[in-house]
T-cell receptor, first 113, second 114 residues
Framework: EDKVVQSPLSLVVHEGDTVTLNCSYE??????LLWYKQEKKAPTFLFML????IEKKSGRLSSILDKKELSSILNITATQTGDSAIYLCAVEDAPGGSEKLVFGKGTKLTVNP | DVKVTQSSRYLVKRTGEKVFLECVQDMDHENMFWYRQDPGLGLRLIYF???????EKGDIPEGYSVSREKKERFSLILESASTNQTSMYLC?????????????FGPGTRLTVT
């Protein structure tokens, strides 16, 4: 059965801290891994990763994929209160050519001032 | 800006009622999706559609059906609502091709079935 596991499930830090969120997966036919940020409204897309070892960066956020370990990490440096959100990891699976996204349960990040 | 709208933000229905959740997108996207989100379970795909009148089951289609008569509109139908369908429902759309992963989500509908 396909699955995506995120850890930790929740995290509380202070502004300025650096955090690392983890995502591991087991899917039939891996195509890519995606990170989303969800605040009070709908999830917004952050990164898509397809190749191992290549870091994607956007401001204070960065992410990297390790296909050997079947995992990815999302790093946030110098956290701000506005980073408080649920971070979702999803893996694109394509069994038999039909693509779908399998989501993890999310990591709830709280950044305190 | 891509806009995905859902017909209601909050909805309260009784057990056994037929419920329609509507989703409309204005970017001429081919793909549309319905998810539900529950605490501790993350997002789960109910149904998706790659074209008008075309639908495919997601991971949890039981108790739901969908309709896509026009490209911009994707409806989720609960034939006979049950309390375990109380949830947040999210609609999303994306274009064909490699950008399909960049899904644009609606604001969600919080459905309570009593």
């Amino acid at each position: 059965e396909d699955k995506v596991v995120q850890s930790p499930l929740s995290l509380v830090v202070h502004e300025g801290d650096t955090v690392t969120l983890n995502c591991s997966y087991e899917v039939t036919n891996f195509r890519s891994l995606l990170w989303y940020k969800q605040e009070k409204k709908a999830p917004t897309f952050l990164f898509m990763l397809t190749s191992s070892g290549i870091e994607k960066k956007s401001g204070r956020l960065s992410s990297i994929l390790d296909k050997k370990e079947l995992s990815s990490i999302l790093n946030i440096t110098a956290t701000q209160t506005g980073d408080s959100a649920i971070y979702l990891c999803a893996v694109e699976d394509a069994p038999g050519g039909s693509e779908k996204l399998v989501f993890g349960k999310g990591t709830k990040l709280t950044v305190n001032p | 800006d891509v806009k995905v709208t859902q017909s209601s933000r909050y909805l309260v229905k009784r057990t056994g009622e037929k419920v329609f959740l509507e989703c409309v997108q204005d970017m001429d996207h081919e793909n549309m999706f319905w998810y539900r989100q529950d605490p501790g379970l993350g997002l789960r795909l109910i149904y998706f559609s790659y074209d008008v009148k075309m639908k495919e089951k997601g991971d949890i289609p039981e108790g739901y059906s969908v309709s896509r008569e026009k490209k911009e509109r994707f409806s989720l139908i609960l034939e006979s609502a049950s309390t375990n369908q109380t949830s947040m429902y999210l609609c999303a759309s994306s274009s064909q091709g490699r950008e399909y992963y960049e899904q644009y989500f609606g604001p969600g509908t919080r459905l309570t079935v009593t």
